[in-house]
């Protein structure tokens, strides 16, 4: 081991242990021989006790010696490395640390978070090292720079030996509100970490082991989890990994959720249900005001108080409370609204409050096509005798439908207005290409389209106007129709798992929601074989004969109900279950949802805008004001706000530019989004520091917390002026000790 000194030039302090020395020897006394014969019996005696006088003025003087000779080697702070170097400069440590900044780490206990708790560690890492010593950070969550925005893991700093800038720049620092991915930050570690290098490397990872963040590898085999290799690299390259974790248990009450109760668009006149979805991460069991408003605005019964049981022992999450909240929107109120949820702030307040975006249709518009409309005989009702009156219900009801003849509708030059097409057993869907094409592009745009049979149906037609085997609007290819009355079938409607049946298989309304009897329907060929359909009803005979078949048409829906929607072959019509399978299927073959408007946290919001797009201002949640411009690079005209790294309600105001130059401009169009806390950052369990080291066995160990780290990077360097200090001390005390007795001595 050779001796390395982290200031080299102090050595010449050293030579102070010649102080006591040279003392020493001025202070020996000079003097003239003289015999004097009344001192000569006295010379005997003293030449006896001489000796040991000099021992003890030598070791008085070597006590001395040495205390000044080990603090001024303190001073020079000496350390030994296998490098072979000799009293020059020490060697660097260049210290890489992972900073945790993700959701959890803004728990607070008292007045401080154990974000506040870790960035303290990293100064007292940084406090530990050398002047010159170099440090590189990386962020587990991108957010420090207001305009690059990323939530990934990112390099803040660099290899920088200013310490001042690197403390300036963990007090810019703050949590995230997202989740923190360890395996990617040690990678960026990895990969900044070179193979050799003069300096000693030290990875630091500060974090609060939220068990989320590791659980990802806790059931990997050792070859695939990426933390492993890492480790097993970064030990390669020579680095040592040093755990710091931070943080307490903090009992926590989240929102994890907030969406309609049903899965369907919120359309004027109907009601619409929300719920919050409420979990309790403590031991305890907790009740919970619930309070909800609308655009910031109380409405109606705002408040709602909630039972969250607590969590269970195991790794699954605790059980959820709901909390509804119900409410009926007005045709004044069609547009973007925003709903939000919030409980009474606790350890952790990113996830108290959560918001909604949605948007309030104004009524659904049904087309339905009817070849019965106007016909000439009597005793033939119209196919939508039943149709209408069970999907409007009234003047301001959701629906509002319009019956148009067969003929009629062929003579349409577009679509436009109306939100789904129903034919009603007609005879020909799309008797020429033009009206094919209308209708493909209407569905493409997102329209729905629902079909059903009945005795005007040709099969042949049908396949040979609307169907292409993966590519045409029909959903499989007609057979032929079955009609016996002594065939009794029925709707298997407890067996479906659809989202049409949702509501009906419900076991509570099941005494009402009982299929008909029904004694016809249509067989199709070839369902097996097709890749984009999917059967979502089926009756009851032990064929399971598909009743409901559905198809993905560009952003548009088709779904094919293989009877009729009048009594000709069977008893649905005046049914219990006929209004309410209805309004089901038109509200999800029309429902766009409202994904695009609900985000996590640094997912960018994307808004496609028309060609007499002027400019769009959108106010952060965060206060700031964002105005981003027009992209077309990749595709149709769309604006996009990448800067969501904080948790809140944005609002999007769109101007519009007039059609001609004498024109007035449209009114400004409103939109709104949000972003949202992700539910698993909510669960702030720990991985306790212990079960770390035994995954990563001789891959990384702990230093307890901030300021072991720090001494265990300092002592793996071998610096010793610590007990060098020690020793100058207890050779003071010795001195002090020894002047005592032989003081008392020579008294006597």
Not at 112 to 135: Q, Y
Not at 149 to 172: F, M, N
Not at 318 to 326: G, V
Not at 710 to 732: M, Y
Request: hydrophobic share 45%; charged share 25%; with cysteine.
């Amino acid at each position: 081991m050779i001796p390395q000194f982290v200031h080299p030039l102090l050595l010449w302090g050293a030579a102070a242990a010649a102080v006591p020395v040279v003392i020493h020897l001025l202070h020996r006394r000079r003097f003239h021989r003289q015999r004097w014969a009344a001192m000569e019996w006295l010379l005997q005696a003293a030449k006896q006790n001489q000796k040991r006088l000099q021992m003890e003025n030598l070791l008085l003087l070597l006590v001395r010696t040495l205390a000044v000779l080990f603090l001024a080697l303190a001073i020079t702070r000496p350390t030994f490395s296998d490098a072979p170097m000799l009293l020059g400069p020490a060697r660097a440590t260049h210290l890489y640390v992972v900073l945790d900044n993700s959701g959890s780490m803004a728990a607070r206990s008292g007045t401080r978070t154990t974000f506040d708790d870790a960035l303290s560690g990293v100064s007292t890492l940084v406090a530990a090292l050398g002047e010159n010593d170099p440090v590189s950070v990386v962020l587990t969550n991108a957010n420090w720079d207001q305009q690059r925005q990323t939530g990934r893991p990112q390099v803040i700093l660099r290899d920088t030996t200013d310490h001042a800038t690197v403390r300036r720049r963990l007090g810019e620092l703050k949590p995230a509100p997202a989740r923190a991915d360890l395996a990617d930050a040690l990678k960026l570690i990895e990969e900044s970490v070179p193979a050799t290098a003069p300096e000693l490397r030290r990875v630091a990872i500060v974090s609060d082991l939220q068990e989320i963040s590791l659980s990802g590898q806790r059931d990997r085999n050792s070859t695939d989890d990426p933390i492993r290799q890492s480790l097993l690299r970064l030990r390669d390259k020579g680095a040592e990994v040093v755990l710091v974790p931070v943080g307490r248990d903090i009992a926590n009450v989240a929102i994890t959720a907030l969406r309609p109760a049903e899965e369907r668009d919120v359309v004027q006149g109907s009601t619409a249900i929300f719920q919050a979805e409420v979990r309790n991460y403590s031991d305890r069991p907790q009740k919970v005001e619930v309070r909800f408003t609308v655009d910031g605005e109380e409405r109606g019964e705002t408040s709602q108080w909630v039972n969250v049981p607590a969590r269970t022992a195991g790794p699954d999450a605790p059980p959820a409370a709901t909390a509804q909240y119900y409410t009926t929107f007005r045709p004044e109120d069609v547009g973007v609204h925003v709903i939000e949820a919030r409980i009474r702030a606790d350890g952790l307040t990113f996830d108290d409050a959560r918001a909604f975006a949605f948007a309030v249709r104004p009524r659904i518009q049904v087309l339905a096509v009817d070849p019965d409309l106007r016909s000439s005989d009597p005793n033939r009702a119209p196919e939508t005798y039943w149709l209408k009156p069970a999907l409007s219900t009234g003047d301001d009801g959701p629906f509002q439908v319009t019956q148009m003849p067969e003929s009629e509708y062929h003579g349409l030059r577009t679509l436009n207005g109306w939100d789904i097409v129903v034919f009603a057993n007609v005879e020909r869907p799309a008797p020429d290409e033009a009206s094919r094409t209308r209708l493909e592009e209407f569905v493409k745009a997102g329209g729905a389209l629902f079909l059903t049979v009945g005795d005007h149906v040709v099969p042949q037609r049908w396949n040979e106007e609307i169907y292409r085997r993966e590519g045409g609007l029909l959903p499989a290819a007609l057979g032929s129709p079955k009609v016996d009355p002594q065939a009794v079938l029925r709707l298997d409607l407890k067996a479906s798992k659809h989202a049409i049946l949702q509501n009906i298989a419900d076991p509570e309304f099941a005494v009402f929601f009982e299929s008909p009897v029904l004694f016809g329907r249509m067989t199709l060929e070839g369902l097996e074989a097709e890749k984009d359909t999917r059967v979502a009803l089926a009756y009851d005979d032990l064929a399971r004969s598909p009743a409901l078949v559905e198809k993905r048409f560009g952003r548009g829906r088709v779904l094919l109900y293989t009877s009729t929607v009048d009594d000709g072959w069977g008893r649905l019509p005046g049914s219990y279950v006929f209004p309410a399978l209805l309004h089901e299927t038109a509200y999800w073959l029309t429902s766009r949802g409202d994904a695009d408007r609900n985000l996590a946290a640094f997912q960018p919001w994307t808004r496609a805008v028309p060609p007499e797009f002027a400019s769009i201002d959108v106010a952060c949640a965060d206060g700031t004001t964002e105005k981003p411009e027009k992209d077309t690079a990749s595709g149709p005209g769309s604006v996009v706000v990448s800067k969501t790294g904080t948790i809140g309600i944005y609002r999007a105001v769109m101007q519009l530019k007039a059609q001609d130059l004498l024109g007035r401009a449209p009114p400004a169009v409103k939109d709104a989004f949000t972003v949202n806390f992700s539910p698993l950052e909510s669960d702030l369990r720990r991985i306790d520091p212990a079960e770390v080291l035994a995954r990563y066995k001789d891959l990384i160990r702990t230093g307890g917390d901030a300021a072991a780290a720090a001494d265990a990077v300092k002592a793996k360097a071998g610096e010793i002026a610590v007990p060098l200090l020690f020793a100058a001390l207890l050779c003071l005390v010795i001195e002090v000790l020894l002047v005592q007795r032989i003081g008392r001595r020579r008294a006597k």
